[in-house]
């Protein structure tokens, strides 16, 4: 699949990069008996003889430019351009054959190309790596599948390494686990059933304990620039055995050693940087796979037991300092849980509110002309806080007064002739009119909205409403004083049977963050409320002394202490209290 992708990736490039001809990638074997990989395009024509650039250009690690002299005359000449790519385990070049129309001696010209084919050979080397570790992780998934579909750790562990010696192309593969201290070889490729007690078994199992030692993977014959390791048993096994090449890869699962695969291979070559890779790759699942296979044949008793020696082992072995700290810090913050003792405190979502709310109502249908105040501004008693339109009334009043006048003349008339009956009748006229007269003056000085003492405004705002309709009975403003206050305790339903009245507490207030107001129960409210989503109880309190600052409406936390309790008691509280409801309801 990969050859496809590069092929019409390199006849893509070809045929719309202008003067090249033909083109090859070629990538360079890591080991000497196998093949390189050639890609050439066009595909009829092999272009073999542009690997030897591409060979030149790998051995001196740079670009290469060679001039071709066609046959016959004329005015076309062709150059070759090789630019090798890659590194650590990955090797190859990207050659042209480029035709152009003079002489290939411009130094700008030919530096145009070089960068050019550079900046492609990044990308392929990014796309021959990304397949390189698509085919590991296809090993690895090979060797997966195979573990998995056997029942029992000998037959998973004998399907592995058989797998691996297929893939790999080894000539035995071994699998080992270490069990209570020490490696057991548990299977070995294309092999059902083998001695334990021979002399092969023990060498391959002294060579998986020291790759595991080490926990590093070890091969024989040892790179020579390869850090220092110790490789004896790895030596011996190579000597009596024959085998050409050996590599034991440990296996490991959530941080502990379970075993190691020990490959022996027929080439002195095999093990390059590629082959580890990939036995590295399937290496991490195949310890976790066959951990899995060993404990799930376990019965509940090896389960708990074995869980137990972990947990043990986590804070008795050598090396876990901080478990052990941590431990014995738990252990005392739990005796100190059941033998030490605090005060129980009810919290609960706490407001300030007026002891006295007076209400600043229209009394009489009209229209808001002035606002001279709002929600949270100070006034003192008989300030101005809005004004009603008044020219109604004005008309209203100038029309009482003309009647009042004309009436009283009509009487003073009725007096002259001495019409008795006219005279009474225009007298209870004129009281008429007077007392219209004096509704419209009562009326108009309630057009003037006053406070009614010192306080503050805690709701009413009109200067968005100028010209707005009021009815009668509206309420526009309400004023609470400064210096009467009462607090009101949002107490939950659960905590309620604890609060009584007489009982101290705290109040801290979002506005007063560093200062706790001392307060007293007075009264407990014996109706429930919705309180955001909450059903709760209103408790009354008031505070110990007064305190500047305090507004009308201001929230906090206020706390009430009940009783001397353990601490263990006043943190399950809660829990306990749950369970004994839920249990009552389940059983009844």
Aim: aromatic share 4%.
């Amino acid at each position: 699949m990969t050859d496809g992708i590069l092929q019409s990736w390199l006849a893509h490039f070809c045929q719309f990069t202008g003067g090249v001809r033909r083109g090859v990638v070629y990538v360079r074997p890591e080991r000497d008996d196998e093949q390189g990989t050639t890609v050439c395009w066009p595909p009829e024509n092999a272009g073999r003889d542009l690997v030897e650039p591409a060979q030149l250009a790998l051995a001196d690690d740079q670009a290469i430019v060679r001039q071709i002299t066609p046959r016959g005359a004329g005015p076309v000449s062709m150059s070759v351009v090789a630019v090798p790519f890659g590194g650590e385990g990955l090797h190859g070049a990207l050659v042209v054959e480029v035709a152009h129309a003079r002489r290939w001696d411009s130094e700008p010209s030919c530096k145009e190309v070089v960068d050019q084919l550079q900046s492609v050979a990044v990308w392929l080397e990014r796309f021959l790596r990304d397949a390189l570790g698509r085919t590991q992780l296809s090993l690895a998934l090979q060797v997966v599948a195979a573990g998995l579909e056997p029942e029992g750790l000998r037959d998973a562990a004998t399907a592995i390494a058989t797998e691996l010696a297929i893939s790999l192309h080894c000539e035995r593969v071994s699998v080992g686990v270490i069990e209570r201290g020490r490696m057991r070889v548990e299977a070995v490729s294309h092999s059902a059933d083998f001695d334990p007690r021979s002399q092969l078994i023990s060498d391959m199992s002294r060579a998986m304990e020291e790759a595991c030692d080490q926990e590093a993977v070890l091969t024989c014959p040892f790179p020579a620039d390869a850090p220092p390791r110790v490789d004896v048993a790895h030596q011996a096994l190579a000597r009596q055995q024959g085998a050409a090449a050996i590599c034991t890869v440990p296996l490991a699962s959530r941080g502990r050693m379970l075993g190691a695969l020990l490959l022996e291979h027929g080439s002195p070559d095999a093990w390059d940087a590629r082959a580890i890779s990939s036995c590295e790759s399937s290496a991490l699942l195949v310890g976790s796979l066959l951990e899995l296979q060993r404990t799930s044949g376990e019965g509940l008793p090896a389960h708990t037991a074995r869980a137990m020696r972990g947990k043990l082992r986590k804070f008795t072995g050598p090396g876990s300092a901080g478990r052990k700290v941590m431990a014995a810090v738990i252990g005392a913050l739990a005796i100190a849980l059941f033998t030490a003792t605090g005060t129980y405190r009810v919290r609960s979502d706490a407001t300030i509110e007026g002891r006295i709310q007076r209400a600043v109502v229209a009394g009489f249908e009209g229209y808001i002309a002035e606002a001279h105040a709002r929600a949270g501004d100070v006034v003192t008693s008989n300030q101005l806080l809005a004004r009603l339109d008044s020219r109604d009334l004005l008309l209203e009043k100038r029309q009482s007064t003309g009647r009042h006048a004309q009436l009283s003349r009509e009487h003073r008339e009725a007096l002259a002739t001495n019409d008795r009956s006219r005279v009474n009748v225009l007298r209870a006229q004129i009281e008429q009119a007077a007392a219209q007269l004096a509704l419209v003056d009562e009326q108009l000085a309630r057009t003037y909205l006053r406070a009614p003492y010192d306080g503050v405004v805690v709701k009413g705002d009109l200067s968005q409403s100028l010209g707005s309709p009021v009815s009668r009975g509206d309420v526009l403003f309400e004023i609470a004083p400064l210096d009467g206050y009462r607090i009101f305790l949002a107490v939950d339903e659960r905590d309620i049977a604890d609060i009584r009245p007489g009982q101290r507490g705290a109040l801290t207030l979002a506005a007063l963050p560093n200062q706790d107001l001392e307060l007293t129960v007075e009264r407990v409210v014996p109706i429930s409320v919705d309180h955001g989503g909450r059903n709760v109880f209103r408790v009354e309190g008031k505070l110990d002394a007064p305190v500047e600052g305090l507004r009308p409406g201001m929230e906090g936390v206020g706390k009430v202490g009940i009783d001397e309790r353990r601490w263990i008691e006043i943190w399950t509280r809660g829990l306990v209290h749950w369970l004994r409801l839920s249990t009552w309801a389940w059983w009844s």
